[in-house]
C-alpha cells in the first residue's frame, strides 16, 4: 500500500469526521474507509487520534466557557501591567538620578560663582566662602547623589524581607 493511497484515506478520515459533524457521509466512502480501517493500522491510528484531538478541543471549549476565558484574558492583563510597572518605576529611577546628577552639577556651578561674587563683594577670601558652600550644599547633595542607585537595592532588600517572613 503507497503512501499516497494511505494520504488518501487520511482525507477520507478529516471528511468523515467532518461529516460527522454535519452528518454528510455517503456510503460507499464510508464502506471504503471501513475497509481499509480494518486492513491498515496506521490509518485506525489516524483516525483515533484526530477524535481523540477532536474530543479534546470540544472538552477544553466546554471547561473554558467565557468565565475562564475572562480569567486568563484577566491574568495577561495583570502580567502586561505589572511589566509596564516594573518598566515605569525603572524609568521613575533613571529619571530622579538624572535629576539629582543635574541638580548636584548646577549646583556646584551656581555655587562656586555666587562663592566668587560673594567673596568678591564682601571681599572675602574666596577658598572661605567655598568651604562654607562646600559644607552647606556641594558634599549634602553629593551624598543624596549617592544615595540614589542605593534606593533600588534597599526596595528589593525590603520586599524579600517582607516575603520572607
Ligand atoms: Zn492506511
Redesign the pocket.
Known amino acids: 500500500?503507497s503512501a499516497e493511497r494511505?494520504r488518501d484515506?487520511e482525507q477520507r478520515i478529516d471528511r468523515r469526521l467532518a461529516g460527522a459533524e454535519t452528518g454528510a457521509a455517503s456510503g460507499e466512502e464510508a464502506r471504503l474507509l471501513e475497509e481499509?480501517l480494518d486492513s491498515?493500522a496506521?490509518?485506525a491510528e489516524y483516525l483515533s487520534a484526530s477524535q481523540r484531538a477532536i474530543a479534546g478541543l470540544k472538552g477544553f471549549s466546554f471547561a473554558a466557557g467565557p468565565g475562564l476565558n475572562a480569567r486568563v484574558v484577566a491574568a495577561l492583563q495583570a502580567r502586561a501591567e505589572a511589566m509596564e510597572a516594573r518598566r515605569a518605576s525603572v524609568r521613575r529611577w533613571v529619571g530622579l538620578s538624572v535629576v539629582a546628577v543635574v541638580l548636584t552639577v548646577l549646583g556646584t556651578v551656581v555655587d562656586l560663582r555666587v562663592g566668587h561674587w560673594a567673596a568678591g563683594l564682601l571681599d572675602l577670601r574666596a577658598g572661605k566662602v567655598q568651604e562654607g558652600l562646600m559644607a552647606l550644599w556641594i558634599l549634602p547633595s553629593f551624598g543624596l547623589l549617592l544615595l540614589f542607585p542605593l534606593l533600588p537595592l534597599l526596595a528589593a532588600k525590603r520586599s524579600r524581607e517582607g516575603r520572607s517572613i
Do not use: D, G, L
Open positions: 500500500m494511505h484515506f481499509h491498515c496506521a490509518c
